[in-house]
């Protein structure tokens, strides 16, 4: 969300406040997060009165209100393809997110199943070489950058943490061209350094 709201231009909005959360904790539940989002999860925004949470929704309600020329309007020749990765992003999203509890919230004396992970993992693999198998140009889109690239920009640094992108040679360097967007440096800048992961890559734990 930070990416694309640099890409759009924070100071049309009038300037930006982050609130922080600590996930995993009762601080989330506690902190008034449900008001705005159901799940009681982030990201989520308010803004002129209007709060939205669900990251694809988001994205589509900024894209289409603010900055039409990161989508693909209705009768656009690309407008299925847009909308197709967009939630192929959140499908992929769901396997990280799954990982991230098995590998990183769970807590001794639990520990991960190696089943679920390694399935998980297979599974996240095949959405990756999914990807590199069609990203044919710089971006996913032929007619160039689009807010599904933005969508992707979370997935992506964090599948690597699971799954080394050396397997994917396309995919790295369309990383690495998200990275390089003034946008994207803004965003990691104003976000600050992870403070997620503890380790650079989490294997499938030994049986």
């Known amino acids: 969300m930070l990416w694309l709201l640099e890409e759009i231009g924070v100071e049309r909005f009038g300037g930006l406040e982050i609130v922080e959360h600590r996930i995993g904790t009762r601080e989330m539940a506690e902190s008034g997060l449900a008001r705005v989002s159901p799940a009681v999860r982030i990201p989520a925004i308010e803004m002129d009165g209007l709060e939205m949470s ?5 994205v589509e309600h900024l894209v ?20 197709q990765w967009i939630h192929f992003a959140e499908t992929q999203a769901s396997l990280i997110e799954n990982l991230n509890l ?4 769970l807590r001794p004396p ?10 998980t993992v297979a599974r996240l693999r095949q959405t990756l070489k999914g990807m590199e198998a069609r990203l044919s140009g710089d971006w996913l889109l032929e007619g160039g950058f689009s807010a599904a690239d933005i969508m992707m920009g979370f997935n992506l640094f964090a599948a690597p943490y699971y799954v080394k992108l050396e397997e994917f040679p396309r995919l790295a360097a ?3 061209r998200m990275e390089a ?4 440096r803004r965003a990691v800048d104003r976000e600050g350094a992870q403070r997620f992961y503890t380790q650079d890559f989490y294997p499938v734990p030994e049986v």
């Open 102 to 105: 098995q590998m990183v919230f």
């Open 64 to 83: 289409e209100t603010y900055a039409p020329e990161l989508g693909r309007a209705p009768g656009d020749a690309e407008r299925a393809a847009y909308l």
């Open 110 to 119: 639990a520990k991960p199943s190696p089943v679920v992970v390694k399935l």
């Open 174 to 176: 369309y990383k690495a």
């Open 54 to 58: 669900e990251s694809g929704a988001i």
């Open 181 to 184: 967007r003034e946008a994207y």
